[in-house]
């Protein structure tokens, strides 16, 4: 089983819609989770950190931490075309290793 | 945010030549700067780790003698394409972890092609 699995869409959705993202791990010393969006030809680019469990909100993007159910999600409401990319997830424990996601592949058509 | 600079962006060379791209961490100190490769349409791969200091820990498969892998600062890594062959070309795109935060930040990446 692989330490986090993240299904790779891809995703295609309308201008306006919510999109929901998600990621489920195996490892339950995961304490730091984290999104971000990669563009194509681009470094990816940290969306939302979030520590242990708990929602956090940052304009359109909401980030949730479900330890207990060792789920994560990423919420995008009222999305835009500047939206699509891929959103990728990541999580760590107290060291020094960083788990990723495959990738969401997302596309908002306008 | 806290920013990773990666240079070159965009580097051709000749096959057989040797190529360094660097990775600087400008508004933090990176306890851990990690590389990785990326081929189109597919997710990071994990190359190698490196902590300050120290010599880097390569993954399953990857040559250490042909990506030489600096880190001799707390905001500087180098990874070094030695003997560069045409598939060596990839995007290699770096990170490095705030040592106060525990962010990972990534840099913009830098795309090799190799003729």
């Known amino acids: 089983q692989k330490e986090v699995e993240q299904d790779p869409g891809p995703l295609s959705v309308p201008e306006g819609a919510i999109v929901s993202l998600n990621c489920t791990y195996s490892?339950?010393?995961?304490?730091?989770f984290m999104w971000y969006r990669q563009y194509s030809r681009k470094g990816p680019e940290l969306l939302m950190y979030t520590y242990s469990s708990g929602n956090k909100e940052d304009g359109r993007f909401t980030a949730q931490v479900d330890k207990s159910s060792k789920y994560i999600s990423l919420f995008i409401r009222d999305s835009q075309p500047s939206d699509s990319a891929t959103y990728l997830c990541?999580?760590?424990?107290?060291?020094?290793?960083?788990?990723f996601g495959t990738g969401t592949s997302l596309t908002v058509i306008p | 945010g806290a920013v990773v600079s990666q240079h070159p962006s965009w580097v051709i060379c000749k096959s057989g030549t040797s190529v360094k791209i660097e990775c600087r961490s400008l508004?933090?100190?990176?306890?851990?700067m990690f590389w990785y490769r990326q081929f189109p349409k597919q997710s990071l791969m994990l190359m190698a780790t490196s902590n300050e200091g120290s010599k880097a820990t390569y993954e399953q498969g990857v040559e250490k003698d042909k990506f030489l892998i600096n880190h001799a600062s707390l905001t500087l890594s180098t990874l070094t394409v030695t003997s560069a062959h045409p598939e060596d070309s990839s995007f290699y795109i770096c990170?490095?972890?705030?040592?106060?935060?525990?962010?990972?930040?990534f840099g913009e990446g830098s795309r090799l092609t190799v003729l």
């Open positions: 990541a999580m760590s424990g107290a060291g020094n290793q960083f788990y």
């Open positions: 490892n339950s010393a995961f304490q730091y």
């Open positions: 990170s490095a972890s705030d040592r106060v935060t525990g962010e990972l930040f």
């Open positions: 508004d933090f100190q990176a306890t851990t």
